[in-house]
């Protein structure tokens, strides 16, 4: 059964960075596409960034050129490294993954049982 834990946020100046990482377990991590999501206080869940079974991220574009996404199938791992971060990054981030089977899309459709997520705040 597909499990995801989310971890590394944190309290951040505006300007910072910070990296989460998703940890991915029940599956075999390679087959799958990942994705990171995030809700703000008061907003619904939205998409931030995908990262496809082959490699392939995409962004949403309020974090193009300031977040990567990444990957490393031996640990089980996607990373997200969030850079220049601003106060409207602030969040919980949650981590999602898809069966590469069924394609890539982007957010990633997702339904299974979201994890905890992580808190990330930015604020002076």
């Known amino acids: 059964q597909l499990q995801l834990v989310e971890s590394g946020g944190g309290l951040v100046q505006p300007g910072g960075s910070l990296r989460l990482s998703c940890e991915v377990s029940g599956v075999i991590f390679d087959y799958y596409n990942i994705g990171w999501f995030r809700q703000a206080p008061g907003k619904e869940r939205e998409g931030v960034s995908c990262?496809?079974?082959?490699?392939?991220?995409d962004y949403t574009d309020s974090v193009k050129g300031r977040f990567t996404i990444s990957r490393d199938n031996a640990r089980r791992t996607a990373y997200l490294q969030m850079n220049n971060l601003k106060p409207e990054d602030t969040g919980i981030y949650y981590c999602a993954a898809s069966d590469a089977v069924r394609g890539y899309h982007c957010p990633i459709v997702f339904f299974g049982t979201w994890g905890r997520g992580t808190q990330v705040t930015v604020s002076t």
């Open positions: 990262i496809s079974a082959e490699g392939r991220t």
